[in-house]
C-alpha cells in the first residue's frame, strides 16, 4: 500500500543519514522504521498478560536482554555504525532488533498491567 506523508525537515534528514548509509531509498527505510515500531504479529499467540499472576506480571515488567545478547547488540550495532557490518551480521542484527523490540513491546504491556493493579505506581518503580 502507498501512503504520503509530510515530514519535518529534522526527521526527513534522520532519515536520509540512515538511508545514505545502508544504501537505501529514504521510503524504504520510513516504512521499515514504521513497521518496526508498530509490528503486532503473532501476539495472539502469546499468552494474554492479564491471566499472569502478580509476580509473572512483574517479572515480565521488569525483562531485559541476557547479558550476552545485549553485548551482542551492542557489537553489532557499533559494527553497523562504522559501516564493517557483514551480510550475515546484518542478518542477526535484525533478530536480535525483533527480539528487542517484541521483549520491550511486552514489557511495556506489563509494566500497565502493573499499574492497573496497584502493583507499582509508575514503570520507574520497576528499577
Do not use: C, H
Not at 515500531?37 to 525483562?63: C, H, M, P, R
Amino acid at each position: 500500500m502507498e501512503v504520503t506523508i509530510n515530514l519535518s525537515e529534522n526527521i526527513y534528514r534522520s532519515f536520509k543519514r540512515i538511508a545514505d548509509k545502508t544504501s537505501r531509498e529514504v521510503g524504504e527505510v520510513v516504512a521499515d522504521k514504521i513497521q518496526s515500531d508498530y509490528w503486532t504479529e503473532n501476539l495472539d499467540d502469546k499468552q494474554d498478560i492479564a491471566d499472569l499472576s502478580d509476580s509473572e506480571v512483574l517479572e515480565l515488567a521488569g525483562l531485559k536482554l541476557s547479558l550476552q545478547q545485549d553485548k551482542r547488540l551492542s557489537t553489532l550495532l557499533e559494527n553497523q555504525r562504522e559501516s564493517r557490518i557483514t551480510i550475515n551480521e546484518k542478518v542477526e542484527l535484525e533478530g536480535l532488533m525483533g527480539l528487542y523490540r517484541m521483549s520491550n513491546f511486552r514489557k511495556a504491556q506489563a509494566a500497565v498491567e502493573a499499574i492497573r493493579r496497584g502493583l507499582i505506581k509508575t514503570p520507574a518503580d520497576l528499577k
